[in-house]
């Protein structure tokens, strides 16, 4: 299965530089293991990149439904781990919005 309006996907800033890549943050300092602050764009745009690969349907919350995706992402240093990306198409829109990615297993 594939997300529909991938093109209309939601991936904040804020989401990647004060969670993900945050160095300080007491759950997302964990999760970046390839990519910087220096390079959070690049982490955005390889995260949009998973919504062309076949999502997994997770759970139906209060919120929206879940999905998630896992895929081989490549950092700029050409190092390669599996990611678990994780989006919510929220009740009453047609397009997902990132939650979060954590690398694999």
Known sequence: MKLSNIEEAIISQEKIQGYLLSHSH???KFKAVIYSQKNWRKYQSD?????GKTVLE???TEYGKKYEIRGKMTGPSGR?????????VLKGEDFP????AYPGV
Request: zero cysteines; aromatic letters at 8%; glycine letters at 4%.
């Open 26 to 28: 007491p759950i997302g």
């Open 47 to 51: 995260i949009k990149e998973q919504l």
């Open 58 to 60: 997770k759970e139906v």
């Open 80 to 88: 390669a781990v599996l990611m678990i990306t994780v989006w919510i």
């Open 97 to 100: 919005r990132f939650i979060t």
